[in-house]
């Protein structure tokens, strides 16, 4: 099943092919041109929200990137200590 942005994507490529047919009368054409409008609007909207997302990501990504690393207990500092070194 397709989610929500396929689907209006799918639709608004419908609208635009009978569009460009000749035999589309000018009523429906005006009516079709205004379902694609309100799509493309939403559709717009949602990319902006996944633009926004995608950003935000990055950026903790890049934070959790440039963090110091912790060694865990038991690492090498802490056996040269037992080991007498």
Known sequence: MKNGFESKL???E????????????L???????????ALSKE??????????????LKKKGAQLLS??????AGSADETDETDGK
């Open 43 to 56: 559709m717009t909207q949602k990319l902006q929200e996944v633009k926004f997302k995608v950003t935000a």
């Open 27 to 37: 009523d429906a054409s005006v009516k079709l041109f205004e379902e694609g409008l």
């Open 67 to 72: 963090e110091p690393f912790d060694a865990p």
């Open 10 to 12: 799918s639709r608004l």
């Open 14 to 25: 419908e609208i635009v092919a009978k569009l460009e047919e000749e035999q589309t009368d």
